[in-house]
């Protein structure tokens, strides 16, 4: 059974720190990974997606791929109660191309 | 413009009815997704269509489940009979390519109670 593994948290960060979330996978394969974020009540709205090793930065986000270490992090700059939700990653296997959710980590910003 | 659209936003129903949830998919959009999420189970991908077409049906739970797409703009998830367990939020989203690796957008979800 292929897995994403998050931790659940809740992460708790002060306002204007840095925010790092992090999402782990079984598919060596894998190549596509999406971090989308929901809060709570609504619907997940995508952040994110990386498809190659390194960084990409998007504002004050930046997503990271490690594909030898088989993780993926989302870094949140300059964090702000409104960054406050959860923060689900999903990962396009390789082998039977499925979609597989992680469960989300809850982060929670602090004034 | 409209985001994906979902009816109704809440249903409660009792156990043995039939249900049925329907999406309208953001136009020109030519995959659709349906989703549900628990706390216990997280978001689970049920169902998804590309140009209409039932493409991966694998996460349906059983046979009570099913799924149509009769047109571009226009797709039911119908579940008979309901049952306690089936309570959940369910969500659907479409997405611009014809496959997983396109970003999806959620509609605001239907929250289903089934008591």
């Known amino acids: 059974q292929k897995e994403v593994e998050q931790n659940s948290g809740p992460l708790s960060v002060p306002e204007g720190a840095i925010a790092s979330l992090n999402c782990t996978y079984s598919?060596?394969?894998?190549?596509?990974f999406f971090w989308y974020r929901q809060y709570s009540g609504k619907s997940p709205e995508l952040i994110m997606f990386i498809y190659s090793n390194g960084d990409k930065e998007d504002g004050r986000f930046t997503a990271q791929l490690n594909k030898a270490s088989q993780y993926v992090s989302l870094l949140i700059r300059d964090s702000q109660p409104s960054d406050s939700a959860t923060y689900l990653c999903a990962v396009i296997e390789d082998s039977n191309y499925q979609l597989i959710w992680g469960a989300g980590t809850k982060l929670i910003i602090k004034p | 413009d409209a985001g994906v659209i979902q009816s109704p936003r809440h249903e409660v129903t009792e156990m043995g009815q039939e249900v049925t949830l329907r999406c309208k998919p953001i136009?020109?959009?030519?995959?659709l997704f349906w989703y549900r999420q628990t706390m216990m189970r997280g978001l689970e991908l049920l169902i998804y269509f590309n140009n209409n077409v039932p493409i991966d049906d694998s996460g349906m739970p059983e046979d009570r489940f099913s799924a149509k797409m009769p047109n571009a703009s226009f797709s039911t998830l119908k579940i008979q009979p309901s049952e306690p367990r089936d309570s959940a939020v369910y969500f659907c989203a479409s997405s611009p390519g014809t496959g997983l690796i396109y970003e999806q957008y959620f509609g605001p979800g239907t929250r289903l109670t089934v008591t």
């Open positions: 136009s020109g959009h030519n995959s």
């Open positions: 598919d060596r394969g894998s190549q596509s």
